[in-house]
Nanobody, 112 residues
Framework: QVQLVESGGGLVQPGESLRLSCAAS????????MGWYRQAPGKQRELVAR???????NYADSVKGRFTISRDNAKNTVYLQMNSLKPEDTAVYYC??????WGQGTQVTVSS
């Protein structure tokens, strides 16, 4: 059974950091490009960051310089380090394998 499980979300103040994790099972993790997406209330789901098999990355303009995506193929896990968080980063964050397998999401709330 293919499964992606996100963790690490929470409530933080503006300027603080969080690290999200996404653990994969039931797939050959190392052959998948992995991505982090987010969906804020009333908005469409958007790509936040993506990492390829070889480790190449790309980011949404809104998070460049603040967020870092990484992967550990030995642990079947992808991470999203989020620094200098802003209220507009508030959303449910999802990880995805190749845009076809999705986790259940983890809530990130940035508020003072």
């Amino acid at each position: 059974q293919v499964q992606l499980v996100e963790s690490g979300g929470g409530l933080v103040q503006p300027g603080e950091s969080l690290r999200l994790s996404c653990a994969a099972s039931g797939i050959i993790f190392s052959v998948y490009a992995m991505g982090w997406y987010r969906q804020a209330p009333g908005k469409q789901r958007e790509l936040v960051a993506r990492i390829t098999l070889g480790g190449s990355t790309n980011y949404a303009d809104s998070v460049k310089g603040r967020f870092t995506i990484s992967r550990d193929n030995a642990k079947n896990t992808v991470y999203l380090q989020m620094n200098s968080l802003k209220p507009e980063d508030t959303a449910v964050y999802y990880c995805s394998a190749a845009g076809t397998v999705w986790g259940q999401g983890t809530q990130v709330t940035v508020s003072s």
